[in-house]
């Protein structure tokens, strides 16, 4: 029995809980880089990283689920890559693409698609770019 074959759909807890996958992209020399597949939970940051001495982050979140369909949406994932972009500005960050977001979200969609809840659940995937 998988760990997917226990959890209750109907009940899920707010908070933290693992998947199979992330992806990352990491901005460096002025520019973005590739999207990279990961299993690694943890994030390597240097001690002088800005988000720690400053506060400077951004945090978002989007919702992945599955219609009555069986089929995978994501609620408006231009409009989340958009206020991404926007805050990036406001807290003088790169902003990311919307066309490399919008693949992010994807891949890890596609990566982690057994962790959406069914339909019948009206529960979701929450992804937290």
């Known amino acids: 029995m998988t760990i997917l074959e226990n959890i209750d759909w109907a009940h899920l807890p707010f908070g933290y809980m693992k998947t199979d996958y992330n992806v990352r992209c990491t901005f460096k020399d002025g520019k973005w880089g590739e ?36 089929k995978v949406r994501v609620f408006r994932m231009e409009a989340n890559a958009e206020r991404l972009q926007s805050t990036c500005r406001a807290t003088m960050m790169p902003e990311l693409p919307t066309e490399t977001f919008c693949k992010m979200v994807k891949r890890v ?21």
């Open 35 to 70: 999207i990279e597949v990961t299993q690694d939970e943890t994030v390597n940051l240097h001690m002088a990283a800005s988000c720690l001495h400053y506060g400077q982050e951004i945090f978002e979140g989007l919702k992945a689920f599955r219609g009555k369909d069986g």
């Open 109 to 129: 969609i596609e990566l982690n698609k057994e962790f959406i809840p069914p339909y019948e659940s009206g529960a979701s995937l929450y992804i937290r770019p």
